[in-house]
C-alpha cells in the first residue's frame, strides 16, 4: 500500500531536516506554496493583517509562528486564538566554538563537541555522520554578512564503540560513555587542509577561523561556494546520514532521527495549510487558528526563542491589536486571552514490548493507536478534566481514537512546552503526543496511520473547538 500524502510529506522532511534551522526553512517553504504570506516581527502589523489572511514568521530562524486569521473575525468583539504548539529542536551533537583538536593518539583528527540535551548518547556510536547547520558568511569585500544554511550531507564523521576485547565485563555491563571524553568523533587520519581556500593559520585569518579544524572549515567552504576567510560564525550539529524509511511488515512504521519533535512540526504545518484551504469553515470562523513551534524545548525552553520566551503572549497580542488597527485595547486582549486554547504536542511514550513494565499497565498507548492525552497530577502535563474532553469530544465527533497515558508513580515524569506557555500567559492547554519507541535515540520509531491521526485532529481543532467551547462555557 503506498503512503498517504501526509506519511510521504514526513518522509521528505524530516529527510531533508537535519537540524531546527533547515525544518523551519522547510516549513516556510510549505507555507509559502499554500499560499501564505510571510511577515516580519521588526516591521509594523496594522493595516498589514486582514480577516481571512494567511500569514507566518520565523525568529532566529529557529521558531517559527504561522496563523490563519477567521474570515468573521470581529475587532469590535474579538476571538480566541486556537494553537496547536510543538518545538522544532532535538537532542544532538553540536561543535564547540573551536573546533580543533588536532591529531590524536592513532593519528586520529577529531572534533571538539557538546551534548545539546538529554540524549540516548551510546545510539550515536558507529553511525554515519554528516554535519549540517547555519553558517555566517561575508561578502567578498566584507561589507556584508549573510546566514547561511548548509548540510554536507555525505558521511563525514564517526563515534567508534571500544571493542569488545577491551572492555571488562563490568564496563560492557555499566555501558558509561563519559560526554567530554568519548563523544568525540573522529573526522580523518591526518591533519591537513584539503586545498581550495585560506588555512586557519594563514596571516590576516581571524581569531574564529583559527579556532576550528581547517579541514571542517574546508569543507563547508566549499559546500557554500566561499572561502574559508569568508566564514564568520556558524551553529553546526552532527546527524545520521541514514535517512527517514517506513518499516515493518506492512510499512506500517516509520523510523526516523529527530521525531521528537518534528513529527508535530510537519502534522501541525500540513494542519494549518489544509484549514487555509477550507473556504466555508474559514469564512464563518471568528478566531484565529494558529502554529507556534518553538526552539530550544530539550534544554528547558528558557530562551528568547523558546517556549518560555514572550513568543506566545506576543503572538497574541500583537495580531489582535493589528487586527483592531492597532487599538491595543488591554481588556479586549485579556479576553482573547481566555478565549483561547493551546494543543501541546510533543512525542509521547508508546508501551515497549521489551520493558511493558515500565508503564502503568492501564495506560499502555501503542503505535498507531492513536493520539496520546497526556495526563500528570503534578503538572508536568497541563491536562484537566476540561481540556482533555474538550480534545476527546473533538476525536470523537471526528472518529478518531485517543489514548491515555500517565507515568508510573516510581518513575520520573517528562515536561514540555504546555505547562511553560500556560505559567507565562494564562491560556487554557492541554498536553498530547504521537506514541512512538526509542525517544531521544539517534533514531526512533512511530506509528504511520499516527501522522495522519494527528493532521486530522489538528484540522477538526480548528474547525470545531469554539462551539465546543461556547457548549461547556463555566468549566474552565
Not at 515493518?248 to 504545518?269: H, M, P, V, W, Y
Request: aromatic share 6%; net charge negative.
Amino acid at each position: 500500500m503506498a503512503p498517504t500524502p501526509a506519511v510521504t510529506a514526513a518522509l521528505e522532511h524530516f529527510g531533508a531536516s537535519p537540524t531546527q534551522f533547515h525544518n523551519c526553512a522547510n516549513l516556510k517553504d510549505r507555507l509559502v506554496a499554500a499560499g501564505f504570506s510571510e511577515i516580519s516581527e521588526a516591521d509594523t502589523w496594522t493595516g498589514a493583517l486582514s480577516p481571512g489572511g494567511k500569514y507566518f514568521y520565523t525568529r532566529n530562524t529557529s521558531t517559527l509562528v504561522a496563523f490563519v486569521v477567521g474570515g468573521a473575525y470581529n475587532p469590535a468583539s474579538p476571538g480566541g486564538f486556537k494553537v496547536v504548539g510543538g518545538h522544532t529542536d532535538s537532542p544532538n551533537i553540536r561543535i564547540k566554538p573551536h573546533s580543533k583538536r588536532g591529531a590524536g593518539a592513532g593519528g586520529a583528527t577529531q572534533l571538539n563537541v557538546e551534548a545539546y540535551g538529554g540524549g540516548l548518547w551510546h545510539t550515536w556510536l558507529d553511525r554515519d555522520l554528516s554535519v549540517a547547520g547555519r553558517v555566517l558568511v561575508r561578502s567578498p569585500d566584507g561589507s556584508t554578512v549573510t546566514q547561511q544554511l548548509v548540510d554536507l550531507e555525505r558521511p563525514l564523521l564517526t563515534i567508534p564503540n571500544l571493542c569488545i576485547h577491551l572492555q571488562t565485563g563490568d564496563e560492557r555491563a555499566a555501558l558509561k560513555l563519559n560526554k567530554e571524553d568519548h563523544l568525540q568523533p573522529i573526522l580523518a587520519l591526518a591533519d591537513k587542509t584539503l586545498g581550495g581556500g585560506a588555512a586557519a593559520d594563514d596571516a590576516g585569518v581571524d581569531n574564529f577561523v583559527k579556532g576550528h579544524e581547517p579541514m571542517l572549515l574546508q569543507e563547508v567552504a566549499r559546500k557554500l561556494g566561499c572561502e574559508v576567510s569568508q566564514i564568520a560564525d556558524f551553529e553546526l550539529a552532527l546527524y545520521d546520514t541514514n535517512k527517514a524509511a517506513l518499516s515493518g511488515i506492512n510499512k506500517e512504521f516509520l523510523a526516523s532521527a529527530r521525531l521528537d519533535n518534528q513529527a508535530t512540526c510537519i502534522t501541525s504545518a500540513l494542519a494549518i495549510i489544509e484549514y487555509a484551504g477550507m473556504a466555508d469553515a474559514v469564512a464563518k470562523d471568528a478566531d484565529v487558528s494558529l502554529i507556534a513551534l518553538f526552539d530550544h524545548e530539550e534544554v528547558g525552553s528558557a530562551s528568547a526563542v523558546g517556549a518560555g520566551s514572550p513568543i506566545m503572549g506576543e503572538a497574541v497580542r500583537r495580531i489582535s491589536s493589528a487586527l483592531n488597527t492597532g487599538g491595543g485595547n488591554e481588556d479586549f486582549f485579556q479576553t482573547t486571552l481566555r478565549k483561547s486554547f493551546v494543543i501541546s504536542c510533543d512525542q509521547a511514550h508508546a508501551v515497549h514490548p521489551n520493558y511493558a513494565h515500565k508503564h502503568d499497565k492501564n495506560h499502555a498507548p501503542k503505535m498507531n493507536g492513536g493520539m496520546v492525552i497526556k495526563n500528570n497530577a503534578n503538572q508536568r502535563y497541563t491536562t484537566n478534566a476540561f481540556t482533555g474532553f474538550i480534545v476527546r469530544e473533538i476525536a470523537r465527533r471526528a472518529n478518531l481514537n485517543t489514548q491515555e497515558f500517565v507515568v508510573r508513580n516510581d518513575c520520573p515524569c517528562g515536561s514540555t512546552i504546555g505547562p511553560i506557555i500556560s505559567e507565562k500567559t494564562g491560556i487554557r492547554c492541554m498536553d498530547v503526543g504521537m506514541p512512538q519507541l526509542a525517544m531521544h535515540s539517534c533514531r526512533e520509531i512511530m506509528g504511520t496511520s499516527d501522522l495522519d491521526n494527528a493532521v486530522s485532529l489538528f484540522v477538526s481543532f480548528f474547525e470545531t473547538f469554539r462551539s465546543l467551547d461556547e457548549m461547556t462555557f463555566g468549566c474552565a
